[in-house]
């Protein structure tokens, strides 16, 4: 079979060699490609160049894959986005994965600022997600604090990334736009000021002015308070299980479990909002999650890749009971190698992201339920340790149990098969909860599906103008 179309879409670099001679160039230019254009670079090499000899010397060249150079960055360009930020009413920070490894230098100019930090999914962590200043993620899986904020924003602070659903963002706003790719300039969403610069080098650079913005308008502290209302409301979701198990009970015990250098691969469908919503990136943890293509089944993998590239942390992966079930095999790598990675399940019974844009485009729902299975006896059956939650009770006694399991060494993966409702995550791509905005019997309509009391989330424009911030 041809193996080079099946790669195409998926790869930086693609080739198949066709002489046992190319073999060292072809691997070469692939390890360069993939650092270069950070993706997966794709050699195929049949069999039989492979056991041919070549005559072959190590290239001399020093393995150098990391620029140490100091960037300049231009000082009217500075001083002309510092006067933009500074005139700005609701400044706002979108950060991308560019600024990952800059958490310090982001977290410095938010503060220095005053400006409300929002960070798209795959750059979790890039503030501390326990930060007053972090206010979430924006569209699906992203949090109320974060939609209304970009409904009332006039300036955005576009950072460090090509961020595709900036099409959705409001379109009478302002944007500066910092990336040190030409290309991704514009690309998604047209702006009002570029630089082409690396971004954390952009921002020490106006932190260097010494410059500030005062937050006498209560706008940061309005964000902070919706933010702090709508953890609130998370955590009253996780504190019942009064009518059947909630994610978020789930999401809080992985929590309360975690350390300092854990690894946490989430994988695709629902459970992506549960596991941006509640699992903590504020120390040294990795987040791992399908960004650009989305793909079920990766939750397992990611969590036994967790296990053996941070070894000094304990590796999770939450995956919904579709994805696990597509590779669940992979319990028995884990198993074989020792590799006590700690698998969460929700489990219930239905591919729920896609049944949700199934019920919203009004189709007949089509492939969308899954027959009940035990998955805890599933990861027992190919060597692991099982347990079954279906309550809070439960999730104490079980993560009780897998703390003293961890302290004393145990090297066997575990798998937690959390039997959770099937009630469909809150919906954040929009969030009608200001009358003003969306009129009255909009928000009442859509607090009644999701169980939201106006009273405890009332919405940004509300906070804004109690602080006399909005007419």
Do not use: C
């Amino acid at each position: 079979m041809d193996e080079d179309p099946m790669f195409a879409d998926v790869s930086v670099f693609n080739r198949t060699v066709t002489t046992a001679e190319q073999i060292p160039y072809v691997i070469n230019t692939a390890i360069r490609e993939a650092y270069r254009q950070s993706g997966v670079a794709v050699v195929v090499l049949p069999e039989d160049l492979t056991a041919k000899e070549i005559d072959y010397e190590p290239s001399k060249t020093p393995k150098t894959v990391k620029n140490d150079f100091t960037q300049q960055i231009d000082p009217k360009v500075v001083s002309e986005t510092v006067e933009l930020i500074k005139n700005a009413q609701h400044p706002l920070i979108y950060a991308g994965r560019g600024l990952l490894g800059a958490r310090d230098t982001l977290t410095k100019f938010s503060e220095q600022f005053n400006i409300p930090v929002i960070n798209t999914v795959p750059a979790t962590g890039v503030i501390s997600t326990d930060h007053p200043n972090a206010i979430g993620t924006f569209g699906r899986l992203g949090t109320k604090s974060a939609f209304e904020a970009l409904q009332q924003t006039d300036l955005i602070l576009f950072l460090a990334s090509e961020f595709p659903f900036a099409q959705f963002w409001p379109k009478d706003v302002k944007i500066i736009q910092v990336n040190n790719n030409p290309f991704d300039i514009g690309k998604t969403v047209d702006v009002d000021y570029s630089v082409i610069s690396d971004a954390k080098a952009y921002l020490e650079a106006v932190i260097a002015t010494g410059e500030t913005r005062s937050d006498d308008n209560g706008w940061l502290a309005a964000n902070q308070t919706n933010k702090k209302n709508w953890d609130a409301w998370l955590d009253e979701l996780a504190d019942d299980d009064s009518d059947g198990l909630n994610p978020e009970s789930v999401t809080k015990k992985v929590a309360e479990l975690s350390g300092p250098n854990d690894t946490f691969a989430v994988d695709t469908g629902n459970v992506s909002e549960w596991g941006v919503r509640g699992v903590p990136v504020n120390q040294n943890q990795r987040f791992a999650i399908s960004g650009l293509f989305a793909t079920m089944g990766f939750g397992v993998p990611g969590g036994l890749a967790g296990a053996l590239s941070v070894p000094e942390g304990q590796a999770w992966s939450l995956s919904g009971d579709g994805g696990f079930s597509m590779v669940s095999q992979d319990i028995i790598t884990e198993a074989r190698y020792g590799l006590p990675v700690i698998n969460v399940v929700f489990s219930n019974d239905r591919f729920g992201f896609i049944w949700y844009e199934q019920m919203e485009t009004k189709q007949h729902f089509y492939g969308v339920d899954l027959t009940d299975a035990d998955w805890a006896k599933v990861g027992e059956g190919l060597g692991a340790i099982g347990f079954t939650a279906k309550s809070i009770k439960d999730l104490d006694d079980i993560f009780a149990k897998i703390k003293d399991l961890q302290a004393a060494g145990n090297k066997k993966p575990i798998v937690i098969d959390a039997k959770i409702k099937q009630d469909d995550p809150v919906a954040t791509a929009f969030m009608p909860l200001d009358a003003e905005l969306y009129g009255q019997d909009t928000v009442d309509a859509y607090a009644k599906q999701y169980h939201i009391d106006p009273a405890k989330q009332p919405s940004l424009g509300q906070l804004l103008k109690e602080q006399g911030n909005i007419e």
